[in-house]
């Protein structure tokens, strides 16, 4: 089974609004990448928080990761149209170098 | 864009035969991932490999083979095609001298197996 799992599956928001994705994991990780994916395209790294982090912004995203829930989530704020994709949570363990997905959260603003 | 290169970008194939997919980097990145994506299962590891000549499994690695003869180059085998495997694969790189860091994506092989 996956180490990631999103919730919501999908979300659909009206241009403007906040979109908030969350990771559930199941083992202790290195670190936690936020990725994102166009229709038919390859994946974008958009962020990367470790174990002992618990907060980080990037423009308009904010990532937490509370290591003892094992959960992080994305926050997009202001979100745009163009933000429509696919996100993706993966981790990362100290004790090999696999990177693991999770199913991902589709999500659709609205003009 | 990270120097990464899928090969072929789509193929059809008859189930049994055996196919191969190349990802080519330019980036000298030490790690290299397959992974196969499929509706409603977000991104599943096949293999990946440390190293030329080091690889190892991933969640997804049943009927699939790996090699790495050239740090720039990682290629997928599947022995023996069946219908299971038609599917989006995606080749990923990536380099850490002080840990994990991102991963670059190439930008898929479409593979329908008939």
């Known amino acids: 089974s996956q180490q990631g799992e999103e919730d919501p599956q999908a979300l659909s928001i009206q241009e403007g609004e906040n979109a908030t994705m969350n990771c559930s994991y199941k083992t202790s990780i290195n670190n936690l990448q936020w990725y994102r994916q166009n229709s038919g395209r390859g994946l974008v790294h958009l962020i990367l928080i470790r174990s002992n982090e618990r907060e980080k912004h990037s423009g308009r995203l904010r990532v937490t990761l509370d290591t003892s829930k094992k959960s992080s989530s994305l926050l997009i704020t202001a979100s745009r149209a163009a933000d429509t994709a696919s996100y993706f949570c993966?981790?990362?363990?100290?004790?090999?170098?696999?990177?693991?997905f999770g199913s991902g959260t589709r999500l659709l603003v609205r003009p | 864009d990270a120097g990464i290169t899928q090969s072929p970008r789509h193929k059809v194939t008859e189930t049994g035969t055996p196919v191969t997919l190349r990802c080519h980097q330019t980036e000298n990145h030490r790690y290299m991932y397959w992974y196969r994506q499929d509706p409603g299962h977000g991104l599943r590891l096949i293999h990946y490999s440390y190293g030329v000549k080091d690889t190892d499994k991933g969640e997804v690695s049943d009927g699939y083979s790996v090699s790495r003869s050239k740090t720039e180059d990682f290629l997928l085998t599947l022995e023996s095609a069946t219908s299971s495997q038609t599917s989006v694969y995606f080749c990923a790189i990536s380099e850490s001298t002080q840990g994990w860091a991102e991963a670059f994506f190439g930008q898929g092989t479409r593979l329908t197996v008939v």
């Open positions: 993966a981790t990362g363990t100290d004790s090999s170098y696999k990177l693991i």
